[in-house]
């Protein structure tokens, strides 16, 4: 039985943010997620596919830094379909 691929998305989760803190948490995202361009950033935002576990945790303590700390707040998750 082969392995449920999931995707996750934290798009819900910098829709929480106020919008004046928006480009400093892309920022850290960015540098969380080691994207150097930002159309790499808004593919990262809208899916990732099976995240390993340090980069989760990565993206979860830039959002903790702006008050956002559960992480059913932060992620959209799915199966994928493929």
Not at 14 to 23: G, P, W
Not at 24 to 45: D, N, S, W
Not at 66 to 81: H, L, Q
Request: charged share 30%; net charge neutral; proline share 4%.
């Amino acid at each position: 039985m082969a392995a449920k691929k999931l995707n996750y998305s934290f798009l819900k989760g910098t829709q929480k943010v106020a919008k004046e803190d928006y480009m400093p948490l892309q920022e850290a995202l960015m540098k969380a997620l080691g994207c150097t361009t930002k159309q790499h950033y808004y593919q990262k935002r809208k899916c990732i596919p099976n995240i390993a576990a340090h980069i989760k945790d990565d993206v979860e303590k830039v959002f903790e830094q702006y008050g956002i700390t559960d992480p059913c707040e932060i992620w959209d998750i799915e199966e994928s379909a493929l």
